[in-house]
C-alpha cells in the first residue's frame, strides 16, 4: 500500500513526518538532517539542487538560486516589488498575473521551484521507508501545511506544488492548527489554546477550543509578509549602512553577510552579544566584523515584534474573548525563539507560553497526525478550522458584497442571485474577492468569471443562483444555476494569481524530462553535508563571546590550535569535490573537537548550576 | 424562505423552535455532528458520498453560526415563521414610528456640534458633547434588548402552551422591535465614529 506522508513546506525549511506506531516522527534524510532548507538552485547541465547542497550554491552560485520562494507563493509582481532587490534571483512577470523567477535560462513559476522541494521531501520519505525494508516504499500522498493567513490563490499555488511534485494533496490544512493537533495528541491541552507562530515568512496567530477531540478554530489572523526573513534583512541593511555595500552589484556578497546576520541571530538567542562576521567584502580589506548587543538588536527587531501583537488582539476579539480567558499559549516557529518575542507574548497573554515540542518540527508533526486521520478513517480527532479572509463579489460601484465571512468555520458556502439588466442578455461578469475592505479594489482579487448561457429573458427576470463552496482546504469553487430553467451553468474561474489546469499538466510534462537522478552527485553532497554539520558546530563554539575564557581554563594551547586548523582544513576542502579528502577533514576535525565537546559540556552544566544563563543551550541542533 | 435539503436548522439540530437555546448542549451536538458528517471521514468514499458530505457539514457550519447567535436566532425564526423583515434595505434607512421623534432631536444636536466644530471649539469638548448625545440612545437600546429578552421568554411560553395566536403576535412584537434595534445599533455606531475621529484629533 503505498504511502502517505505529512509535510510542512515552510519559508526556510521544509519536513515530511509520518505516524509510526501511533506516534508522529519527523524523517531525516541520510546524514540525519529533519530540516531541509527550502532553497532550489540550478546546476549545470540543469541539475537540480534542493536543501544544504542549494544553500551552498547561494554563496557560489547566488543567481541560479532561490530562496523563500513561499513568500511568492500566489502572489504579483506587484506584491513583492519592495523586497525584491535583495534577493539574488531575478523576479519579473506582468501586474495582475502570476511572478516568474529566473535560474539561469530557466524561467520558473513559484508553485515549480516549492515542487522540486517537495519532490526531495517524497525522496527522503521514501528512501526512509526502503531503509526500513517496505517492499512498496511509494509515496504518493501528502496533507500539506499553509499559513492559517493565506488566501485562497496562496492555497492553491501550495496544491499545485504538491501536484507537480506527483504528490496527490490530500488536505491543505493550516499551521497552528497542525501545530494544535500535535501538542493535543495526549490529551493533556483542552480548553482555549492560542498558537502564535511566527516563521521565516509569515507570522500567524490563532484561537482554538479543544474539547471531546475536536480542535475548533474560533478566529484566526495574521500577516502573509512577516517573519524572520524581516529580521534578516533588517541585520543586512545595517551591514550595508556600514559598508556601502550595494545589493544589486554585489549578490554573492549580500548571501555571504546574509549568512552571518542568521548566525549572529541565533547566538543573540543565547548571548548578550554576538559578532557579525563576513570574511570577504567588497572594498574592505581583512573582512567585516561588528558586535551587536541584544539590546541594540531589541531595539532594530522591536517594530516587527510589536507588527505582530495587533493580529493577536484582532483574533481574541474575533473569538469573542478575552486575553485573560486564553488558557495556553503554544509557541511555533523558528522566529519564537527570540527572547523577546517570548516576552512580549507572555505580556499580551499575561502567562507564560510553552514550546516543550520543538517549534520547528511541531507542524510537520501535526500534518502527519491529520494524514493518518484522513486515511484512517478513525474518528477521535476531528479539527474544524476557518476561513481567515471574507469572500464576496464586486457589486455596482466597485463595492464588495461579502458571501462568506471570515473566522466561518470551513466547508462553508453562500449562495447570490443574479439577474440581467437588459433584455435577452445572456452573460454576467462575476469578479471575486476576498479580503475586509469595502472597496473591491483594497481587496485581494481571487479571479474573475463570465456567467454564461442565461436563457434569454426579459431583464430582471432571469434568476442566476450563484453557489460559493469553500472546502476542507479552503479554497473556493464556484456553481451557478438559473432558477427558473433549473439549467446548470458551468463556471471556469480564471485565476488571477494562479496557474490554470493546463500550465499544471504542462509543467507536470517538463518537470519529468528534467528529472534525473545521480546516484554519485548524491553522494558527494551527504558527505558534505556531514562535514558542514561539523564546521558549523565547531565555529558556533569558537564565536561564544566566553571562548577565549574556556580555552585559558580547560584546553591545551596545542588543542586549540589543532581545532583551527582542523577547521581551516575542512573549510577549504569544501570548495572541492574530493570525497575521500572530504571524509578524511571531517574525521580529522571531529577528532579534534572531541575533548572540547567534552569541556563544553561541563561548562554548560557548571553554568547552569551556579545559576548563570544558558538558556536552553542544548535544544539548539544548529 | 426555502428551506435546506436538510429542513430547517432547528430541526437539522434536533432542538424544538424555541428562542433560549443551551449554549453547552449545542455545542456538543455541534461536535456530535461534525463527527458524522466531516469531509475527513469520507475520502476512501464515493464521489457521491463525498459531496454529500461536503454539502451536509457546510450547513452544519451555517446553522452552527446562526443558532449559536441570540439574535441571528431570533431572526431565522421571524423567517421560517414568515416574519421576515420586508427588505433588509428598508430596515436600515427607514427610520422607524417609534424612533422619529429620538433621531430628529438627535440629528439637531449633531447639526449643533458640527457648527461648534466648524467654529474652533476645543476637539475634546466635541468629543464630551457627541459622548452626551449618544447616551439617550443607547438607553433606548438597553431598554431594547430588555423587552427583547421578555418577549422571547414569552414566546417560548406560548410554544410550550401551543398558543398559536399568542406566538405570532409576539414574533410580530418582535420583528418591530429588531427593526429598531438594527436602527439604533447603526446609529450608535455612526456617532461612535465621529467620536473616535474627534478623539484622534485631540490626541
Given at each position: 500500500m503505498s504511502k502517505v506522508v505529512g509535510i510542512?513546506?515552510?519559508?526556510?525549511n521544509s519536513l515530511v513526518a509520518i505516524v509510526r506506531d501511533g506516534r508522529p516522527v519527523v524523517l531525516a534524510d541520510e546524514s540525519g538532517d529533519k530540516l531541509l532548507p527550502s532553497i532550489v538552485s540550478l546546476g549545470d547541465l540543469d541539475t537540480i539542487y534542493v536543501g544544504r547542497e542549494a544553500q551552498r550554491r547561494l554563496l557560489t552560485d547566488p543567481s541560479r538560486t532561490v530562496y523563500s520562494v513561499k513568500r511568492f507563493m500566489?502572489?504579483?509582481?506587484e506584491d513583492v516589488a519592495g523586497e525584491s532587490r535583495w534577493f539574488p534571483f531575478t523576479v519579473s512577470g506582468e501586474a495582475g498575473g502570476v511572478v516568474h523567477i529566473a535560474l539561469g535560462d530557466r524561467d520558473l513559476t513559484p508553485p515549480e521551484v516549492s515542487g522540486f522541494i517537495l519532490r526531495e521531501l517524497k525522496r527522503r520519505a521514501e528512501a526512509a521507508f526502503s531503509a526500513e525494508g517496505d517492499f512498496d516504499p511509494e509515496v504518493d500522498r501528502a496533507v500539506i501545511t499553509v499559513p492559517a493567513y493565506f488566501n485562497d490563490a496562496q492555497r492553491t499555488a501550495t496544491r499545485d506544488a504538491g501536484r507537480l511534485a506527483g504528490l496527490e494533496v490530500l488536505r491543505i490544512i493550516n499551521e497552528p492548527t497542525a501545530a494544535c493537533l500535535a501538542y493535543g495528541l495526549d490529551q493533556r491541552h483542552q480548553g482555549v489554546i492560542a498558537v502564535y507562530d511566527l516563521g521565516g515568512g509569515t507570522f500567524d496567530i490563532s484561537i482554538l477550543k479543544v474539547e471531546d477531540g475536536v480542535f475548533q478554530v474560533l478566529s484566526t489572523n495574521g500577516d502573509t509578509h512577516l517573519g524572520g526573513d524581516d529580521v534578516d534583512r533588517l541585520l543586512v541593511e545595517l551591514v550595508a549602512a556600514d559598508t556601502g555595500l550595494d545589493p544589486e552589484q554585489h549578490r554573492d556578497a549580500v548571501q555571504a553577510v546574509r549568512k552571518a546576520v542568521i548566525q549572529a541571530k541565533w547566538d543573540l538567542s543565547e548571548f548578550d552579544a554576538a559578532d557579525i562576521v563576513v570574511d570577504r567584502l567588497p572594498g574592505r580589506d581583512g573582512g567585516y566584523r561588528r558586535r551587536v548587543t541584544r539590546a541594540e538588536f531589541e531595539a532594530l527587531v522591536a517594530p516587527i515584534v510589536a507588527r505582530t501583537l495587533e493580529p493577536c488582539r484582532r483574533a481574541i476579539e474575533d473569538a469573542g474573548l478575552t486575553a485573560s480567558q486564553v488558557d495556553e499559549v503554544v509557541l511555533v516557529g523558528?522566529?519564537?525563539?527570540?527572547p523577546m518575542v517570548r516576552r512580549e507574548v507572555e505580556r499580551l497573554f499575561g502567562k507564560t507560553p510553552h514550546s516543550d515540542i520543538n517549534p520547528d518540527e511541531v507542524v510537520a508533526l501535526g500534518a502527519a497526525v491529520q494524514a493518518d486521520i484522513l486515511v484512517s478513517g478513525r474518528r477521535e480527532m476531528l479539527l474544524l478550522d476557518v476561513t481567515p479572509l471574507s469572500l464576496g463579489i464586486e457589486t455596482m460601484g466597485g463595492i464588495v458584497s461579502k458571501i462568506i465571512l471570515r473566522n466561518?468555520?470551513?466547508p462553508a458556502s453562500g449562495s447570490e442571485m443574479f439577474t440581467s439588466f437588459v433584455d435577452n442578455q445572456t452573460a454576467v461578469d462575476i469578479h471575486i474577492l476576498q479580503g475586509e475592505r469595502e472597496m473591491a479594489v483594497d481587496n485581494r482579487s481571487l479571479g474573475r468569471f463570465k456567467l454564461r448561457g442565461i436563457p434569454p429573458m426579459p431583464a430582471g427576470l432571469p434568476r442566476i443562483q450563484v453557489r460559493f463552496q469553500i472546502d476542507a482546504n479552503g479554497i473556493l469553487s464556484v456553481h451557478a444555476r438559473e432558477l427558473r430553467t433549473n439549467i446548470e451553468q458551468s463556471i471556469e474561474v480564471k485565476p488571477s494569481y494562479g496557474l490554470t489546469d493546463e500550465e499544471v499538466e504542462r509543467m507536470l510534462i517538463e518537470s519529468f524530462e528534467h528529472a534525473q537522478e545521480d546516484v554519485d552527485a548524491r553522494m558527494l553532497i551527504e558527505i558534505r553535508n556531514e562535514a558542514e554539520t561539523i564546521l558549523q558546530a565547531t565555529e558556533k563554539t569558537l564565536r561564544r563571546p566566553d571562548f577565549e575564557e574556556i580555552a585559558a581554563a580547560r584546553l591545551t594551547s596545542a588543542e586549540v590550535t589543532a581545532i583551527r586548523e582542523g577547521l581551516a582544513e575542512l573549510a577549504a576542502a569544501m570548495s572541492t569535490a574530493d570525497r575521500e579528502a572530504l571524509r578524511a577533514k571531517s574525521q580529522a576535525l571531529n577528532d579534534a573537537t572531541k575533548h572540547l565537546a567534552e569541556v563544553m559540556m561541563n561548562w554548560t552544566v557548571q553554568a547552569a548550576l551556579a545559576g548563570r544563563t544558558t538558556a536552553d543551550v542544548e535544544s539548539k541542533g544548529r | 424562505m426555502t428551506l435546506g435539503r436538510h429542513g430547517d436548522y432547528f430541526l437539522f439540530f434536533g432542538l424544538?423552535?424555541?428562542?433560549?437555546?443551551n449554549q453547552q448542549d449545542l455545542e456538543q451536538r455541534f461536535r456530535a455532528l461534525s463527527r458524522q458528517f466531516h469531509p475527513d471521514y469520507f475520502y476512501n468514499s464515493s464521489s457521491t458520498e463525498r459531496l454529500a458530505s461536503l454539502e451536509r457539514s457546510s450547513y452544519l457550519n451555517d446553522a452552527f453560526r446562526t443558532l449559536r447567535d441570540p439574535i441571528e436566532r431570533l431572526e431565522y425564526l421571524l423567517k421560517l415563521e414568515?416574519?421576515?423583515?420586508?427588505e433588509a434595505h428598508e430596515s436600515s434607512t427607514q427610520v422607524p414610528p417609534a424612533l422619529l421623534e429620538e433621531v430628529f432631536e438627535l440629528n439637531e444636536e449633531l447639526e449643533a456640534i458640527q457648527e461648534m466644530r466648524e467654529g474652533g471649539a476645543p476637539a475634546a469638548d466635541v468629543a464630551a458633547r457627541l459622548d452626551a448625545a449618544r447616551k439617550p440612545i443607547e438607553s433606548n437600546l438597553a431598554e431594547h434588548e430588555r423587552q427583547v429578552s421578555a418577549l422571547m421568554a414569552t414566546h417560548d411560553q406560548q410554544w410550550h402552551d401551543g398558543d398559536l395566536a399568542g406566538r405570532h403576535a409576539t414574533l410580530e412584537a418582535l420583528r418591530a422591535l429588531l427593526v429598531e434595534r438594527t436602527y439604533l445599533t447603526n446609529l450608535i455606531a455612526t456617532v461612535r465614529r465621529e467620536v473616535g475621529g474627534d478623539a484622534a484629533a485631540a490626541r
Open positions: 510542512d513546506l515552510g519559508t526556510t500566489g502572489r504579483g509582481i523558528g522566529s519564537t525563539r527570540i466561518s468555520t470551513i | 424544538p423552535r424555541r428562542l433560549a437555546v414568515g416574519f421576515a423583515p420586508k
